[in-house]
């Protein structure tokens, strides 16, 4: 991302990198793998760590394992093959009057090229061994004659991402005199927020440049990323900004307030009370849908806590005022069980419930609700549609519940006034535009049950208003979370019969459908019959995304019958899936989930009176994999869990990569700079609008 605002002098930066003498043809090409295109591009690209050069390390003081910088003269060179010519190894000793260092590279001949006895070299990387002191693989620089030594000694030296054939030496010059050349060219993009004045307590935008390559203490380089990675977000903190003015003055509301007359008997026939936590946000978003501007408003709350409760009711509020409601779930078993869900909940009010998925062609195959119970969902194209709507209904507004199918041309629905899309995660931005632009702008209400961690929320999801659902039903046992070693299973499979015996249901998760080699991981199709030994007498039933859909749906009726006790799944039961009597949900191979994903699927289990039991067997061997691991024993907190995988995993991994709309960053880090994250949205405040920009 580069940061630049309007009618600022950025064109000397605009120019193309081959401006800079000594950059031709060819060191542009090999500039461009590194994405410096322009000389703004160069003056942006980020050292990935610095050298402490101002004492280099003498050869005969590295110590084992231990990352140190060194100097000396090459002494021997050479390439040595072996196997038949198909490997090889080469070998470059120095020398600094001390003792002598090999350097190793393997399956690398070309790298003697690079190097010529009698050149001086610096060495970066971990000694292996003392008889002989040995480094592989070590990052090395070549020492030129007629070069200013200054820019590559006696100092912290950066250290940059490089491409084939491009010298670190070479490139440190021509950073060096790009930033001789334009430092005092470079603007402070935000003029108007006064951040050169010291008022963020960061560097100039300049001096953070400068700073970032050449920085004079071990502090400079993290100074200088917090004020680049600030410009970053007020950057996408504008464009939000922008993006929501021009919404909110473009789109008019639908009166989507409702009368009450539907949601009345709605939630004196649904069997429970509606907890406060639940009250609060139906409040907030009936607020939102009696206002303006169309609502757009995210939803959150953890695993079992009253969502889809809540979107009925905001569905309720659309019908009563005319309007039909569209319904999105990522999957065609989540699709399933919200028909079946609002079904029962709303065909004793007159409300017309459709499904459209797509295993057949849209229009075929309508039946009546009762056949409809027993019949597939599949995913993008058949229509099924309970009983003629009431009079309570006006205008014969429907809800239709579907997954991707209804993005599609074929599904055109009248009077469109509200859009809820479930497990918003697992869909792109671009999909859920797609589906609001089927009405004249819709209510949207996006639902999630996995917690966004506040750093996402305010730059993915900033555009969009958040309601949190922060109190779970009450009457529910506990889950209890246990991390357990492959060599465990035989107890684990002990206490899971006895579990079974007492009448309850379990799940057990593998990550794969079929097994893709010899790698320990353990497939759905390959342990179906291992399963249905190892748990004789009690059934076993299959589900996995390859199967038919009519399948897919005669696996879960089972299920939900009992007539099946276990349920052998992928990930595919992630979401939505609701079975009371299911309290064991046991995933093998947990280690290659990520803590959000395990966390969803522990949501499956604790939803009836009875302590539930997740049990992760993992081939945990990294420490990494052990703290991930340890942080769902510790807690349920979905929240905490969220944070938790965002700093251990990245946004890239949490989002999944469905989700679009997240720029590329260069100096921000969502997992560590919610503050600049927050001041950004702060000082985007005190802007003044540009009303003829066109970023």
């Excluded at 800079?20 to 980020?46: S, Y």
């Excluded at 006895?498 to 759905?524: D, F, I, M, S, W």
Aim: with cysteine; proline share 6%.
């Amino acid at each position: 991302m580069t940061a630049a605002a309007p009618n600022q002098p950025t064109l000397p930066l605009a120019r193309p990198v081959t401006a800079l003498a000594g950059v031709g043809p060819e060191r542009a090409v090999q500039l461009a793998r590194l994405e410096i295109r322009t000389i703004e591009d160069l003056l942006l690209h980020r050292p990935h760590r610095y050298e402490d050069r101002r004492q280099l390390r003498p050869i005969a003081q590295l110590q084992l394992d231990e990352p140190a910088t060194t100097r000396g003269t090459v002494v021997a060179l050479g390439v040595k093959w072996f196997a038949k010519h198909t490997k090889s190894i080469f070998e470059l000793i120095l020398d600094d009057g001390t003792a002598r260092l090999h350097c190793r590279w393997w399956n690398l001949p070309y790298m003697e090229k690079y190097f010529a006895v009698g050149n001086e070299v610096i060495v970066f990387g971990k000694l292996l061994a003392l008889k002989p002191r040995t480094v592989d693989h070590p990052e090395t620089e070549v020492l030129e004659d007629g070069e200013e030594d200054f820019i590559h000694f006696n100092r912290l030296t950066p250290i940059y991402p490089l491409t084939e054939g491009l010298p670190q030496r070479w490139l440190r010059s021509l950073v060096w005199r790009a930033l001789g050349r334009f430092e005092e060219q470079i603007p402070e993009p935000w003029p108007a927020l006064h951040l050169a004045d010291g008022a963020s307590n960061l560097p100039a935008r300049a001096r953070a440049i400068r700073m970032l390559h050449f920085p004079e203490t071990l502090a400079d380089p993290e100074l200088a990323r917090r004020r680049l990675a600030l410009d970053e977000f007020i950057e996408l903190q504008q464009r939000i900004q922008r993006r929501r003015r021009n919404f909110e003055t473009k789109a008019r509301a639908l009166p989507c307030h409702g009368d009450n007359h539907l949601i009345k008997p709605f939630l004196a026939q649904l069997g429970f009370k509606l907890t406060e936590a639940q009250t609060r946000v139906l409040r907030e978003l009936r607020q939102d849908m009696s206002a303006a501007r169309p609502m757009r408003r995210l939803l959150q709350g953890d695993v079992g806590s009253g969502k889809t409760a809540v979107a009925a009711c905001c569905a309720l509020m659309a019908l009563e005022s005319g309007y039909s409601v569209a319904l999105m779930a990522p999957t065609e078993v989540l699709a399933e069980q919200h028909f079946r869900n609002f079904t029962h909940w709303l065909e004793p009010l007159g409300v017309a419930v459709e499904l459209q998925t797509g295993s057949r062609k849209t229009g075929e195959g309508r039946r009546q609700n009762e056949e409809c119970r027993n019949e597939s969902s599949g995913g993008q194209g058949v229509v099924f549609r309970n009983p003629k709507p009431q009079p309570g209904n006006p205008q014969g507004a429907t809800l239709t519940i579907g997954t991707h199918a209804l993005i599609e041309a074929g599904f055109a629905p009248g009077n469109l006034g509200l859009v809820i899309i479930d497990e918003q995660h697992k869909f792109g931005v671009a999909q859920r535009e797609e589906l609001v632009r089927k009405g004249q702008y819709p209510h949207l209400l996006v639902m999630t049950a996995t917690p966004i961690p506040r750093t996402l929320g305010l730059t993915v999801y900033g555009e969009l208003d958040v309601s949190v659902i922060d109190q779970l039903p009450p009457g529910r046992g506990r889950i209890n979370t246990f991390v357990r070693s492959a060599d465990k299973l035989p107890q684990v499979w002990s206490f899971i019969r006895k579990r079974l015996a007492e009448g309850r249901q379990a799940y057990v998760v593998y990550p794969r459908v079929e097994e893709t080699g010899p790698n320990g991981v353990k497939a759905v199709k390959r342990e179906f019959d291992n399963l249905q030994q190892t748990l004789t007498p009690f059934r076993v039933g299959l589900l996995h995304g390859r199967l038919r859909s009519k399948e897919k749906e005669e696996a879960m009726s089972a299920f939900r019958a009992s007539d099946t006790q276990v349920l052998l799944a992928t990930s595919l039961i992630e979401v939505g899936v609701d079975v009371p009597n299911a309290t064991i949900m046991l995933v093998e191979n947990a280690e290659l989930f990520g803590l959000a994903q395990l966390h969803q699927l522990r949501g499956r289990i604790g939803r009836g009176a009875h302590d539930s039991y997740c049990i992760l067997v993992a081939a945990a061997k990294s420490k990494d994999a052990r703290t991930r691991l340890r942080v769902l024993e510790e807690t349920a907190d979905g929240f905490r869990i969220a944070e938790a995988d965002l700093r251990l995993r990245g946004p890239g991994e949490l989002l999944g990569q469905q989700q679009s709309g997240l720029p590329r960053f260069r100096f921000g880090d969502l997992a560590t700079d919610l503050d600049l994250i927050q001041q950004a949205r702060q000082l985007v405040t005190e802007l003044p609008e540009e009303p003829n920009s066109n970023r």
